[in-house]
């Protein structure tokens, strides 16, 4: 409006920065309240990124590690780092929030209130042996894996547990000795369960 068609009943409105407008709740000739919230601005120079780590998990996540964030049905993945993470798990998920901030002015804009798939690098090994995370037991006093020994034995290897990810765990420092060409994977809770039974049944446990 020119500035000599302004009038008593219309003030200039200015936001305390640059942004865009992202909601409305007024029309127009409509009468405002005071405290009454009339646009809703957005500074997406930067977009936030939540991603909701589990628990478990929380202990090995740390400031500055990679993160990588695919939006549900896009082809493109934004990567950037942690940038916070949150000092209390949620009540109803028991997750505890982790923040990365990524570039709003990118050659792919992230859109606001996008959901999606986010990983977090928490360590990386060149090379490393891994097993599939059902093959690990705890027997009582340590990590063991089964290994066959002929055609109906099985001995037991105590093993340090690494890195989990996609159903496999990684073996920290190898296996004592040769490494094993086969492990137990289904069926390896009810060796576990015998080895317990028979420290029972001698007075051990």
């Known amino acids: 409006m020119p500035p000599d068609a302004v009038t008593s009943n219309l003030l200039p409105l200015r936001a305390p920065f640059a942004g865009v ?12 309240d005071e405290g009454k ?9 930067t977009m936030w ?4 780590v589990s628990k478990e998990d929380a202990s090995r996540v740390a400031i500055g590690q990679p993160v990588r964030f695919r939006p549900d049905g896009a082809d493109v ?18 997750t505890l929030e982790v923040r990365t901030e990524i570039p709003g002015d990118g050659p792919v804009a992230l859109r606001a209130n ?15 042996v891994v097993v599939p995370s059902t093959s690990v037991q705890w027997d009582g006093a340590r990590w063991v894996v089964f290994v066959p020994v002929g055609d109906s034995s099985f001995v037991a290897r105590q093993v340090e547990p690494g890195l989990r990810a996609g159903g496999h765990l990684e073996i920290r420092g190898g296996f004592a000795g040769d490494a094993p060409t086969h492990v137990v994977t289904t069926g390896s809770h009810l060796l576990k369960s015998k080895i317990l039974l028979d420290r029972m049944e001698s007075g051990e446990l």
């Open 114 to 128: 996008t959901f999606g798939m986010g990983s977090i690098e928490v360590g990386r090994v060149e090379a490393a």
């Open 21 to 32: 407008v992202t909601g409305r709740e007024v029309v127009v000739g409509e009468l405002v």
């Open 77 to 94: 993945e934004f990567e950037s780092r942690v940038t916070w993470i949150g000092t209390a798990v949620d009540d109803t998920t028991r």
């Open 37 to 45: 919230p009339i646009f809703e601005v957005a500074d997406v120079s």
């Open 49 to 52: 990124v939540a991603l909701a």
